[in-house]
């Protein structure tokens, strides 16, 4: 534990999880100190899942498993845009192999630490100018149209779109703000003026960003440029977004602004996400609950339907409200019961297209979104796998009524308008009384089973009874109870491997498992209070992305490798990494699984972990960087060529007791902590990690 925070942390009333109060509050609405949203008595380790499903997908899988479209993270793009030019391409290269750099050990600092042998750079940081015209950043004497032109805070996703091998476009999320560390004497966030509550409005949504490489190196800089054709920000202030699919222009996504249902204006708490074939960004709309108020003042037929979300509806401001009423009528659920419905999508941005509204799509179904990452199925039809970030809440994916087409952009940009969502119920293999909920592995030497995707719409055809296709669309926790989805420990980021097709998902922690009345272990989420979190590995059966049935396993189960809770592929425990609360996935072109951490547990700060998934090493976690004091890891994004690494530095100095006049961090720049996107690159040129 960083000494500042020791020393305030007598201050702090809180918290529940392992991350600081002051996070608690900003980012999830202090959502730890609240029930948990789900209630439901299904079961969580379904008893309803076929006894008769096979195995045989396991050895089935594999790279045979989809279409490998690329060699990375980056999906390699060959689509030709029907319209915009340059198209987005593949960076050449992809020359990853066994990880061999030398870990870094956890620490404490206030910098940015990476492996001897590599840099790092500050590519852009809150308040940069990203439209041309944007004003020089001034703290104190901030203006919502400024930040609209400006970086925003708090930046989140990564993903970077090349359109050469030397320029690329740079899409980031810009999840919540921290009003202490923006605004010099703050006091409260009641004692905000409008405009201060506007720049945080602004200060929300996404950037896009041109930027280039320098020299022939791995590092990347903003393009500076007065005609720059994709920069763009999108924010939570005034960017207008269209409905998408089944659930568009259904009575509870109207308003009286928008009596139709059809356009939403911004966007709220854009969490993970991912870059998709045809080179747009999805981005998931996570924590959208705590910027309403007035819950206790609905029509009481849409209590239930709230509170399943986690919006109060027994007290006019829920703890966490970010007060944004003040500025904008429609944060009021009293005078606009249906606005939060409009929130808790995936959201897809096109950057060749700045003049396009993002859209939300609403046939991938509403729940606290951290991200979606799409791989094309042998079928062609395209499969999204999704997390809804939230203590004992589901998986899902999509897969889309449409194909993909390799060279017919305009026709993959509607691929994600119209399909099939399933939620994900598991199963383990050992009997019950050996998953003890100690962390102690099961006699078979394994946390692993069998699962299935239980369909809940199709198109407009509802499968669960009672709901049409727009409620369980709208309402998809509800359907996902209904059903008997598995309640797991926050799956967060969820990510198809393009090397073996197998996903991986973040539990990022639980500490309500097995805690009073709320649920017990099963093999899938396996430890009482589970403060560290753990890997969940999905496999298809045969291979099939869009097929019914999956195997999984737990490749790791995350913590001090000293402790006899903890799991790390088979591998020697004393030769690997500690890693708490992983948070994002992401994969270089051997395959290698990187892991950012969110609300280290053990007491370092968060950091960037990679390491081998398949053969011998799997398991031999190695911690690749560090970030500064109080901040959490967020992207990853690993380039396709594997020259360049990309980490979101989130929430630096979000230390309870902290202000922008007396900051707990001071990174980037020596004077106070600014949130910021950092790319990091071997010095020789080589390919990172390797
Ligand atoms: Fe925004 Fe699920 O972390
Ligand atoms: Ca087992
Ligand atoms: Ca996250
Ligand atoms: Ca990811």
Redesign the pocket.
Known sequence: MPDIRRRLLPLLGHSGGSRDAMTCLYRCGNACDHPVPNETDNPYLGDVVSSAMSRRGLLAAGGAGALVLGLSSTPAIAATPASAAPAPVALKGGKAGPLTFKAIPPNQLDSLIVPNGYDSSVVIRWGDPVVPGAPEFSLGRQTAKAQSLQFGYNN?FVGVIPISDDRALLVVNH?YTNEELMFPGFTSLDALSVEQLKVAMAAHGLSVVEIERVGRSGQWTPVRSKRLRYNRRITALETRFRLTGPAAGTPALRTAADPKGYTVIGTLNN??GGVTPWGTVLSGE?NFNQYFVGGDAVPEADKAKLNRYGISTTARYPSGSRKWERAQERFDLAKHPNEANRFGWIVEVDPFDPDAPPRKHTAMGRFKH??ANVIVARSGHVVAYMGD?ERFDYLYKFVSAGKYKKNDRRHNLTLLESGTLYVAQVKGDSPAAEIDGSGKLPSDGAFDGTGKWIKLVSGTTSYVPGMTAAEVLTFTRLAGDKVGATKMDRP??VQPSLKTGKIYAAM?NNTNRGVGSNPGVDEANPRNTNKHGHIFEITEDNGDHTGLTFTWSLPIVCGDPAAADTYFGGYDKTKVSPISCP??VAFDSAGNLWIST?GNALGSNDGLFATPIEGPDRGRVKQFLTVPRGA?T?GPFITGDDRSVFVAVQHPGEISGATVDKPASTWPDGDYAKPGVVVTWRLDGGPVGS
């Open positions: 989140d999840e969490c993970a996570e951290e991200g970030d967060e980021d990022t948070d994002n969110d959490e967020c």
